[in-house]
């Protein structure tokens, strides 16, 4: 029974945004459930296969975000075949039908075709923003169409996609009434743009305040935009490249300094060290910096521009800045919350240029630090114990040793103590990546005291099931587990099904899981999906319960099987 | 684990068997067993006065890529010393091989404090010794597969035999997995190309942190292929654009006798001594234009350009440059990757001038013509 009449419960909702708490009111009565699934305006699905696009639009009628992951994590480093899944079409359509007031769309890892986005822009009268991480399946053509059509578009937002380009006019489709660009991000394409239209487009859009340009963008038309978007707040410069004594780059050093609200500066595709003096002026007030596109830029012109960068709170950066370059990181950002250092040679002899000193260095300069994605030559359990003690609050530690099982090179020991010591230590940890040479004995520290530990992912390690064991019985809070080539069998996989449920996904590749207990975890929870991904189709044939299976996604879903699995996808 | 112990599974035809191949990368055992054998103190004690030897060998004879081939050396000489220490009694039924090793062993060992006058003996001395080194390789092929029971005659038991054998094999397994292949070498001891081969896997076994073990694991390090393509594409660009010199750009100026003004040329944008020349050429055609005189205005340039040829191929012109000792040398002697690690500057000179400048060189030079420079008399 309600004390309060609808409306003011609705009120109450609206300031109730994040879509944990939400789901958490729905689950209270039947009435609030009611009032809050039709006040519901921002909807987050992280497995587009856990639920349908009809079941969506019945329950949320007054839809007008919605955000959906496709494929697995996995998938981002070739683990899982292109045609997999994770159509966004089917969405599309479905909700283009339905009286949903569609005006933003994210989404991760899925495939969407040309004609998705035709369909897509053509739809929803009051479209307003597209943002595409990580996609693939369009071309430019399909960007036309939204520019075209998009009669409000406010973001255009293409991050990391693979995007086929008909170096066409996408950018002059935008019409002339087109004013209410908010934010335009086409750093991924790879072909030229019409500059002239990219000008006057910028010139008729007073609300832009993120603008991150492509590497064909030349210095030239950089320094006419910012004069004409003083007021840009995130800046991608996408080539980076001319004489220091020409006139253009004497306007553009005068551009840059009225540029006073930029916090965010990415890019720089193309660079020319020498002409990095400019930036300074504005380097003071950046909070994001992101470098890790810019091998040209190392060294001291480097170092040189991370002493400008005071207020920094994100930090993407190349190894090439060294264990000498993060010394000075993290002598200067002593603000800095998240460091990402990307290796700039992956599969070079060796030579990455930061080791754990350089960590040990950042986590002692930079105690506000929570989020960490590293990718280093080697690590060591000393090192490790001491970024624990330093940095408590990690939320995100993900450490990527470029040799997948090396021990710690000083002792020759696993790295079990240095990871169980980062667990110990930040008791808010949410995401976690393993590297090195790993026992059981770091799944057993995880097991005991990742008690928030929402998602883990692990290579090459632990010696038997026991190590899956571990993790399934003591995080609560898992949702997201992936493995790949560790040595857990059907044994772990089947000691607790139920435990799946709570999951959003488990990934298991090269590990020791057979059919026949892959199809032990399909029987026993018909809530989940488990699919065998076997590309050399060595299955076809050979449907033995004892074959090794090569590659296992399973989850949950309310909808039961998908339709739209290609052949070598075996839903058991 | 598995992808790299794979690899090697494939390769390794007949003396390495996978159980002690798989004792050695997993558990590290053939640390402690290089150090039993005091491999340690053969690298440092012999192999460095015998590495400068070679290394004078191989600027002069061409064998391979310079600089990288000593450190190999070294260690396969280290591999030669224990061979013979342990040859004797593990392979008691060969005493022929023996014989060949001691005696080059000797050699090489000998030709340690010798200065130039023991290179052209040296040169021999190597071919020895590859072919020492190699049938050494074979010696052990055929005791384990053939006659494991002389393996089990000999001192030691026939594993730990196996197990000394191969980590005998891995320092040199892992040196030279950071040069370049020793493709001169093989050329002259086709047969060796057996033994190196399965040093490699090895290497990729042993070593994980090889470059070859690295390429073979899918999706690791855990990059999105985005990524990797941009910066690929990121450091070719940069390479192109950025003037100064850096790893990416190497600029020497080129001067040619009589023209008013000097070239800069960036020597990392060629991979052999055709491309630059023909760089060169296009540069100053301009100038011997003026030189033979001609003149017209329609078909200008093809005529220029045949008579360029004519003049540069018909020895008017050498082509110098200016090592690192200050020297002047002719451009074309020694191996691309050695030349534009020294060359600090480029000259074109009259033919008539350059007499002085190593002639016997020059003569060389017109006999590799083809390969080589053409500008020489």
């Known amino acids: ?572 | 684990m598995s992808p790299p112990l794979l690899g090697v599974e494939e390769e390794v035809q007949s003396s390495v068997s996978s159980p002690s191949v798989e004792c050695i990368s997993e558990n590290g055992m053939g640390l402690k067993e290089r150090n039993y054998l005091g491999l340690s103190d053969c690298s440092s004690v012999d192999s460095s006065g015998v590495s400068s030897n070679l290394n004078l060998k191989a600027t002069e004879l061409r064998l391979g890529l310079p600089g990288s081939q000593s450190p190999e050396r070294e260690t396969e000489l280290c591999l030669l010393n224990l061979g013979k220490l342990d040859e004797k009694p593990l392979f008691p039924l060969l005493p022929s091989k023996d014989g060949i090793c001691s005696s080059s062993q000797k050699n090489v060992v000998t030709g340690n404090k010798r200065g130039f006058s023991d290179t052209m003996d040296g040169f021999s001395e190597v071919k020895g010794y590859v072919y020492t080194e190699k049938s050494w390789m074979f010696h052990e092929a055929g005791s384990d597969s053939e006659s494991p029971q002389s393996v089990g005659h000999g001192k030691y038991p026939g594993n730990s035999g196996v197990n000394v054998i191969l980590s005998t094999r891995s320092p040199g397994v892992q040196a030279s997995v950071k040069q370049d292949e020793p493709a001169n070498v093989l050329q002259e001891q086709p047969r060796a190309t057996n033994g190196t081969s399965l040093k490699q896997t090895v290497i990729s076994d042993n070593n994980t942190g090889a470059p070859a073990a690295k390429a073979q694991v899918v999706g690791w390090p855990p990059i999105r292929p985005f990524r990797t393509k941009t910066l690929a594409a990121s450091s070719k660009n940069n390479d192109e654009v950025d003037g100064k010199p850096g790893p990416g750009a190497l600029f020497v100026k080129v001067s040619m006798d009589g023209a008013p003004y000097l070239r800069k040329v960036d020597l990392r944008t060629y991979s052999t001594y055709q491309e630059l020349s023909s760089a060169l050429e296009k540069m100053f055609s301009c100038f011997t234009l003026g030189q033979c005189g001609s003149n017209g205005t329609a078909g200008k340039e093809t005529l220029s350009e045949s008579r360029l040829k004519d003049l540069l191929h018909g020895s008017e012109y050498v082509v110098t440059y200016k090592d690192k000792d200050g020297d002047w040398m002719l451009v074309g002697d020694v191996p691309w990757e050695m030349f534009i690690e020294t060359c600090k500057r480029l000259k074109i000179m009259k033919s008539s001038d350059a007499i002085g400048l190593a002639p016997r060189a020059m003569e060389k030079s017109k006999a590799n013509n083809k390969k080589e420079f053409g500008y020489g008399c």
Not at chain 1, 20 to 48: A, M, P, T
Not at chain 1, 385 to 398: D, E, G, Q, S, Y
């Open chain 1, 1 to 572: 029974m309600n004390y309060f009449p609808d409306e003011v419960l609705e009120h109450v909702f609206d300031f109730i945004t994040s879509h944990k708490d939400r789901n958490s009111v729905s689950l209270v009565c039947k009435s609030w459930y009611k009032i809050e699934r039709c006040s519901r305006q921002r909807v987050f699905i992280g497995n587009c296969y856990s639920i349908s696009p009809e079941r969506l639009i019945a329950r949320f009628p007054g839809l007008k975000s919605l955000t959906l992951k496709g494929k697995p994590h996995f998938a981002d480093f070739n683990l899982v075949p292109h045609d997999w899944g994770g159509f966004v079409y089917p969405w599309i359509k479905a909700l283009a039908k339905s009286r949903i007031g569609l005006e933003e769309l994210r989404l991760k890892r899925m495939v969407v075709s040309d004609e998705s986005l035709e369909l897509l822009s053509k739809s929803f009268v009051n479209f307003k923003s597209l943002v595409l991480v990580s996609c693939e399946g369009f071309t430019t053509d399909g960007l036309a169409a939204i520019a075209a059509n998009c009669r409000f578009l406010r973001e255009l937002d293409l991050q990391e996609n693979e995007v086929d380009d008909h170096r066409g006019h996408w950018l002059s489709c935008f019409p002339e009434s087109c004013t209410s660009l908010i934010s335009l991000n086409f750093a991924c394409l790879r072909g030229e743009v019409n500059l002239g239209a990219l000008e006057r487009l910028v010139s008729r859009s007073p609300n832009l305040k993120s603008l991150r340009l492509n590497r064909a963008v030349p210095l030239d038309t950089l320094q006419k935009l910012l004069m004409r978007a003083p007021q840009l707040v995130d800046l991608g410069i996408g080539s980076y490249v001319h004489d220091p004594f020409s006139e253009v780059y004497n306007k553009l050093k005068i551009a840059i300094q009225r540029c006073k609200s930029i916090r965010s500066l990415s890019g720089f595709l193309e660079v020319a060290p020498h002409c990095m003096s400019a930036i300074y002026p504005i380097c003071g007030n950046l909070t994001f910096l992101n470098l890790s596109y810019a091998p040209g830029l190392h060294g001291n012109k480097l170092m040189k521009l991370i002493q400008h960068c005071r207020k920094l709170q994100r930090l993407w950066i190349l190894d090439c800045i060294g264990d000498k370059g993060l010394g000075v990181v993290a002598l200067t950002c002593k603000e800095l919350q998240e460091l990402r250092v990307f290796p700039s040679d992956p599969f070079g002899a060796g030579n990455a240029a930061v080791t754990e000193e350089g960590l040990v260095l950042v986590s002692a300069g930079c105690p506000k630090l929570n989020s960490l994605l590293y990718f280093c030559q080697q690590m060591t359990n000393a090192a490790l114990i001491t970024v624990a003690k330093n940095c408590p609050n990690f939320i995100r530690f993900r450490l990527c040793i470029l040799d997948p099982i090396k021990p710690d090179p000083v002792t020759n020991q696993p790295l079990d103590e240095g990871f169980g010591a980062i667990v110990q230590s930040c008791k808010g940890l949410k995401r976690l990546s393993l590297s090195g040479l790993l026992t059981d004995q770091v799944f057993l520290y995880i097991g005991m005291y990742a008690e928030q530990l929402e998602m883990l992912s692990i290579a090459f390690a632990a010696d038997s099931d026991k190590g899956m064991l571990y993790v399934l019985n003591g995080c609560k809070k898992l949702r997201k587990l992936e493995i790949r080539d560790c040595p857990f069998g059907d044994a772990a996989l089947l000691e607790d099904v139920g435990k799946y449920e709570t999951m959003r996904s488990l990934w298991m590749s090269s590990c020791e899981v057979t059919l026949g207990g892959c199809k032990s975890v399909a029987e026993k929870m018909p809530s989940l999906n488990v699919e065998i991904i076997d590309e050399c189709e060595q299955m076809e044939f050979n449907l033995v319960d004892k074959q090794k299976v090569d590659k296992m996604y399973l989850y949950r879903t309310l909808v039961g099987h998908r339709k739209d699995a290609p052949e070598y996808v075996l839903i058991l």
